[in-house]
């Protein structure tokens, strides 16, 4: 289990039919799986693009990903599916919710398609959406879903396979404050109980100042982290 995420000299071009848009600029850093981080920035400086390098859903132009000691440029394709698959669990900011599917169904999504037992996930499914108060709802479609629910929904299929790490992209985006708001202490508690390492991308200052560590891109580059800077110089 890698108990630290490091960034080595990530770059991100995007090439598009006449210009080039560099996304990220040579970014060297470590993420701590006992810390909750937030990444902050404003619109376009770069946070999706770091946490879709981090979960490894895209490729650095150049630089690499460390899992531990793991090199993440050195697995192929299939290879970094099973990475992802037991490593790492995803949250985005509309859920991505397949929308045929039940609410447990959603949950156990991430086994279609490979060998594991059947009862076995079907089991942490109905716990986890237990324990985000959704027994009720195990066979309702996300559109019988408030959004808060489905919220918990998808964190619980980020959850099933029991990651290192929940990365998480803008996921109160589509919560009133209030539900933002039981949304961030379910995921301290989460940490606390499950020992994952979380790394939150918000755009909701209230919340990243909430967080253990803040990390600030601004234009792709990293301008401020409070593990070192005081916290006065950033927000
Ligand atoms: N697939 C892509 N192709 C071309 N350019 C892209 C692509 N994805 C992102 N970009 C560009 O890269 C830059 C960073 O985008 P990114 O989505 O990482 O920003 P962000 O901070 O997450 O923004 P927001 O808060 O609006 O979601 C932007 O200039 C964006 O237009």
Not at 62 to 90: H, M
């Amino acid at each position: 289990m890698a108990d630290h995420i490091q960034l080595i000299g990530i770059k991100k071009l995007y090439a598009g039919e006449h210009v080039e848009t560099a996304a990220l600029h040579e970014i060297h850093r470590t993420f701590r799986r006992d810390e909750f981080t937030a990444i902050i920035g404003s619109s376009g400086s770069g946070k999706s693009t770091l946490l879709s390098l981090v979960g490894t859903l895209d490729q650095p132009s150049s630089g690499r990903v460390l899992y531990g000691d793991l090199d993440t440029s050195k697995l192929n394709a299939n290879q970094l599916a099973d990475f992802r698959f037991e490593r790492i669990g995803l949250v985005f900011q509309h859920f991505h919710l397949l929308p045929a599917l039940t609410a447990i169904e959603n949950v156990m999504s991430p086994f279609f398609g490979r060998r594991r037992r059947a009862l076995d996930h079907r089991a942490k499914a109905k716990r986890l959406l237990d324990r985000l108060g959704l027994a009720g709802k195990y066979h309702s479609l996300p559109s019988q879903l408030s959004g808060g629910e489905q919220q918990r929904v998808a964190i619980a299929r980020a959850l099933v396979n029991d990651p290192d790490w929940l990365l998480a992209d803008e996921p109160t985006g589509n919560l009133d404050s209030r539900n933002a708001e039981l949304f961030y202490e379910l995921l301290q508690e989460l940490k606390r109980e499950l020992g994952c390492g979380i790394i939150l991308v918000t755009h909701d200052l209230q919340l990243a100042r909430k967080a253990d560590r803040i990390i600030e891109i601004k234009d792709g580059l990293i301008v401020g982290d409070s593990s070192q800077v005081t916290d006065e110089s950033l927000c």
